[in-house]
């Protein structure tokens, strides 16, 4: 699946940084962070795009995106039916855009099984919408939702991306699923984006009363040093009810601990983004 075709992402000449959500272990808080990052980074002033390349389609639910609205979606994208400006939606959230997804993703795979450049159509369509959409309303953020796997969907995605943020739930097995992660992230670094780094890991689901939360993230820090997140985006109930009302946690309840976090990381991001530029 992955040839020797290292080049440069997606086109960042005007301005717009492709983040990849990933980690092949379900359950970790990926769509979760994907749409409330999100959220977060238009709330403070960022024009936003979502891409949901997982099957399942969580994050176009999550931000209030009706099943029967979803197509064209990013299967159309990927096998060429249509461009990724004729398939994103606006949300509730000014600034905020999404490009939902639909079970037709489970079939890409073979549908694109023939194409020698199957692991580059979301890296094509990408540089394609950002040199054509239009300066005020074009995205200094695109976010990439991945389906819990480390299958050509998120191949795809890594290929496209400037940068990897990998959100790693608090518990047991945390490290040993991102050992993996990261041996994928070489091998797509060495074949194909030689650009892609990892944005940070993101620690999520802490819950402080479980001393087996804090010794993970010790453990994680230790492993990972700076590329952990400051932030930690703790055990919430609102976080967990916002998707049933096809809202992000800000809109659903801005007060709570979740909310905050989410918002700290979204300041955090935009730091890290800031500090490499400088670099």
């Known amino acids: 699946m992955i040839q020797n075709i290292a080049s440069a992402p997606a086109d960042t000449a005007r301005g717009a940084r492709v983040l990849v959500l990933a980690n092949q272990k379900g359950g970790v808080g990926k769509t979760t962070t994907a749409i409330n990052l999100g959220t977060a980074l238009a709330a403070i002033g960022e024009n936003v795009l ?12 999550g931000l209030g995106i009706e099943r029967s609205k979803r197509t064209p979606s990013t299967y159309d994208v990927l096998v060429g039916n249509c461009r990724l400006d004729e398939v994103q939606r606006a949300t509730a ?4 855009k999404v490009a939902p997804a639909t079970l037709d993703l489970l079939g890409v795979e073979l549908e694109l099984a023939a194409h020698s450049d199957r692991v580059l159509k979301l890296r094509s369509a990408l540089q394609k919408y950002i ?11 695109i976010l ?4 819990p796997s480390l ?8 290929a496209a991306a400037n940068a990897i943020l990998v959100p790693l739930q608090c518990e047991f097995f945390a490290l040993e699923g991102l050992s993996q992660l990261l041996k994928t992230v070489e091998q797509v670094k060495r074949t194909i984006n030689d650009q892609l780094s990892i944005h940070g890991v993101l620690m999520t689901m802490f819950d402080p009363r479980n001393s087996l939360s804090s010794q993970v993230v010790a453990d994680v ?3 990972m040093g700076d590329k952990v997140y400051d932030t930690i985006i703790p055990r919430n109930v609102r976080v967990s009810e916002a998707p049933s009302y096809g809202k992000p946690v800000l809109l ?5 601990s979740g909310s905050q976090a989410y918002l700290k990381l979204a300041s955090e ?7 490499s530029q400088a670099a």
């Open 144 to 147: 990439v939702d991945c389906p």
């Open 151 to 158: 299958n050509l969907l998120t191949i795809n995605a890594l």
């Open 93 to 96: 959230i000014p600034r905020l």
């Open 252 to 256: 659903y309840d801005l007060k709570c």
């Open 50 to 61: 979502i891409i949901d390349l997982d099957p399942q389609g969580n994050a176009s639910t």
């Open 221 to 223: 820090r230790s492993f």
């Open 269 to 275: 991001v935009i730091s890290r983004e800031r500090r």
């Open 131 to 141: 040199r054509t959409e239009p300066k005020e309303e074009s995205a200094s953020y």
